[in-house]
């Protein structure tokens, strides 16, 4: 008897959960390897407003969202990118900051939320938020993500 047959003689029964055990593996490998991919640049150490707010639209794209719209840099309503997914409508305001974001952050998207007839308000960062502002998104209805 070759070493190859004695194994699958001592799995016997087991053998189905081996072969399952091993797929579930590979297909966790397969995508960990497809996030690697799809995920977008990182964002650069002297990067502008403006550029932030690209990197943030690619990284919603990498999510799932589409209908995409990065707003013009000035007279923006308070929002920086409009986007849709789900059939939802959201309304960004994107901060590249040092240090936390404040409540003039979540006061921005709250009126371009409005302005632009959006569903849901979100305030997108590199950073953490101040209490006020996590206390003001909170009684606003508007969503705070710290970027990952």
Same mark, same amino acid.
């Given at each position: 008897?070759?070493?190859?047959?004695? /194994? %699958?003689?001592?799995? #016997?029964? &087991?053998?189905?959960? +081996?072969?399952?055990?091993?797929?579930?593996?590979?297909?966790? @490998?397969?995508?960990?390897?497809?996030?690697?991919?799809?995920?977008?640049?990182?964002?650069?150490?002297?990067?502008?407003?403006?550029?932030?707010?690209?990197?943030?639209?690619? /990284? %919603?794209?990498?999510? #799932?969202? &589409?209908?995409?719209? +990065?707003?013009?840099?000035?007279?923006?309503?308070?929002?920086? @990118?409009?986007?849709?997914?789900?059939?939802?409508?959201?309304?960004?305001?994107?901060?590249?900051?040092?240090?936390?974001?404040?409540?003039?952050?979540?006061?921005?998207?709250?009126?371009?939320?409005?302005?632009?007839?959006?569903?849901?308000? +979100?305030?997108?960062?590199?950073?953490?938020?101040?209490?006020?502002?996590?206390?003001?998104?909170?009684?606003?209805?508007?969503?705070?993500?710290?970027?990952?």
């Amino acid at each position: 008897m070759s070493v190859l047959e004695g /194994l %699958l003689a001592r799995l #016997g029964a &087991h053998l189905p959960i +081996v072969f399952l055990c091993l797929f579930l593996l590979l297909m966790g @490998i397969a995508l960990i390897i497809y996030r690697r991919m799809s995920f977008p640049r990182e964002p650069q150490e002297e990067m502008d407003g403006h550029g932030y707010e690209n990197y943030c639209a690619e /990284l %919603l794209q990498n999510r #799932g969202f &589409h209908h995409i719209e +990065v707003t013009p840099g000035s007279g923006d309503y308070g929002a920086d @990118i409009l986007a849709q997914r789900d059939g939802i409508s959201y309304a960004f305001q994107c901060k590249y900051y040092d240090h936390p974001v404040g409540v003039h952050a979540v006061q921005e998207i709250y009126a371009g939320r409005d302005y632009y007839g959006c569903m849901i308000g +979100v305030v997108l960062t590199n950073q953490t938020y101040t209490k006020a502002a996590r206390e003001m998104a909170d009684r606003l209805n508007i969503l705070l993500w710290e970027e990952e």
